[in-house]
């Protein structure tokens, strides 16, 4: 795999004028980033609320300046938004005066490329995600997996080469959050575009990537470079393997969420079977034992 | 027309789509009520009126006043025209500077911080305290009129415009930004839709304030108008005539509400649906 991304030595502080009112520091936000990320892999940001992950997101996609280092797609330094990135946000973020194939067609619209072409993606793409007879809805009418949908095709209607995810599946319910990434799953194998998927669910990190990299809390730092080695296709039996389990725990053990349970053996960790751990939050208590 | 109420508030302007020709969804209260009320206090009107024995010159009987309406019905309709279109002219003039104005007060907080507090002194600025001066300035035209229906009418269109412009999500703004949309296109596509509604609404307020600045300026020198009817009508102690135009206004009011309204539904599929109550 070729290196697409190059992360290095990237540090974010929020000087005080950034903070606003009450700030008596700068906070520093990412101490030290330094990582690469190959072509076509899906690489998740996994960490605590506040730890700096969707921060390196915003820098990676040019939302937001870096304080140092360097952030280079392509070999190319990013100093601002590129729009052949994709972005989806936590939020379904979408217009409610528009139409749900024109809220799909915005990007294209934005960057002068809506041509026939584009509007027959923009509606395949809403058939990949179940919502073909939904084109003409509004907004208000979908419910929230629905509408993330929705923000889903758009950040891919352009046929960005990257996408970047921002807790894109944090609002939803449980089920419907598994749904979602199983979609996300097979769209990888349709777009093979490079993913950068911020998370805080640690079953969501492991299922969905290649590799996962778990942040310290604040400052932000990687702590640990997990390779995800699970077999794709990827399925809801995935996640009741052994070795689902194993780095489940693994990512667990980084974030400090378990402490005092010994590292798994390695053919012993399948007892785990169905574990809190697909719930997704922090609440790692119940691994292990 | 079936609302009757001029309603004002806060917040985009639910649109109303029911199906007004099936008749059992018609909701009778909502039909049958505000023609009540005003039946019932004209009835009282009337009846103290012959009760009390009240003078003619100071409170006509409601018949007497549909009757004056009805004799000078040409006067009302031309002096009423006069009114409407400096009420129009206002109402239009305060949303073509208003509008470009809370665009550069909600982008740039230079223009913000320079403007904007002038902007609420001018507010806290009696109307019919310029009145005068305008007078002065302009003439007893129409112009001085139209300037003063401009004044009121302002302030609202300004200050709704702006507080939508700033409400537009900034995630959108990010990703209108992510996809390096330019000004223009932020502009257009993102945040003038995302404003709508809170213009819908200052325009409502608005175009009410402007009649009373049409009439401020009538009142303070004009040669025609309702405003000037009314007056010319109490010199002369005729009340019922008076009383007439009061209720002319009260119309031209309404009507013009009711035209913003109607603007407002024709712009519906361009807003944000809002749940009603």
């Known amino acids: 795999m070729k290196p697409f991304g190059v992360l290095d030595d990237v540090r974010k502080v929020f000087e005080r004028s950034e903070l606003g009112r009450g700030a008596r520091e700068p906070l520093v936000a990412i101490e030290s980033i330094s990582c690469t990320f190959g072509e076509g892999e899906l690489v998740s940001l996994l960490g605590p609320s506040g730890c700096g992950k969707t921060t390196l997101l915003r820098i990676i996609a040019g939302l937001m300046p870096k304080s140092a280092g360097s952030v280079r797609i392509r070999g190319e330094e990013v100093v601002e938004p590129h729009a052949d990135f994709g972005f989806v946000f936590q939020t379904p973020n979408l217009m409610p005066w528009r139409s749900v194939i024109d809220n799909v067609l915005f990007p294209l619209e934005i960057i002068g490329r809506l041509d026939a072409a584009g509007r027959k993606r923009a509606h395949d793409l809403l058939e990949i995600v179940g919502l073909g007879d939904f084109h003409a809805s509004r907004p208000h009418q979908l419910s929230g997996g629905m509408q993330q949908r929705v923000s889903l095709c758009r950040a891919l209607v352009h046929q960005p080469t990257l996408i970047l995810m921002d807790e894109p599946f944090g609002a939803l319910d449980e089920l419907t959050r598994m749904e979602m990434n199983d979609l996300l799953l097979d769209i990888r194998v349709r777009t093979r575009a490079t993913v950068v998927f911020v998370t805080h669910s640690i079953a969501e990190a492991v299922y969905l990537s290649d590799r996962v990299l778990v942040f310290s809390r604040r400052p932000g730092r990687i702590v640990e470079d997990i390779t995800v080695d699970l077999p794709y296709p990827r399925s809801a039996a995935t996640r009741y393997t052994a070795r689902f389990s194993e780095l489940d725990q693994r990512a667990s053990r980084a974030l400090g969420v378990i402490k005092d349970v010994p590292p798994p053996v390695a053919h012993g960790a399948s007892d785990d079977g169905p574990h809190g751990g697909v719930h997704g939050a922090l609440q790692g208590g119940t691994h292990g034992h | 027309m079936v609302e009757c109420t001029v309603r004002f508030r806060v917040g985009p302007m639910a649109t109303e789509r029911s199906a007004m020709f099936d008749l059992s969804r018609v909701d009778w209260q909502r039909l049958a009520l505000p023609p009540l009320g005003l039946i019932v206090v004209v009835a009282l009107w009337h009846v103290a009126c012959v009760g009390l024995d009240i003078q003619v010159s100071v ?81 007893i035209g129409i112009e001085s009129k139209l300037a003063i229906a401009w004044l009121v009418a302002f302030f609202p269109v300004v200050v709704d415009t702006a507080a939508g412009l700033q409400s537009t999500p900034r995630e959108l703004l990010e990703l209108a930004r992510s996809l390096r949309a330019s000004p223009w296109q932020i502009f257009w596509k993102v945040q003038f839709p995302a404003a709508l509604p809170f213009i819908m609404t200052g325009s409502k307020v608005a175009v009410t304030l402007a009649v009373i600045g049409a009439v401020i300026g009538e009142f303070v020198g004009s040669s025609e ?7 010319s009508a109490t010199s002369q102690i005729n009340t019922p005539l008076a009383f007439a135009s009061l209720f002319a206004l009260a119309i031209l009011g309404i009507v013009s509400y009711l035209a913003v309204v109607l603007v407002e539904r024709l712009l519906a599929p361009l807003l944000p649906p809002t749940t009603r109550h």
């Open chain 2, 225 to 231: 108008g309702l405003g000037y009817l009314l007056l």
């Open chain 2, 59 to 139: 409170l006509p009987r409601p018949s007497l006043v549909l009757e004056a309406a009805i004799k000078r019905w040409d006067l009302l309709l031309s002096e009423g025209w006069v009114t409407l279109k400096e009420t129009i002219y206002g109402f239009l003039l305060a949303l073509v500077l208003g509008i470009p104005l809370a665009v550069a007060v909600a982008n740039s907080r230079v223009l913000n911080l320079t403007f904007y507090p002038l902007l609420i002194a001018l507010q806290s600025v009696p109307k019919v305290a310029l009145a005068p001066i305008l007078l002065v300035w302009l003439g």
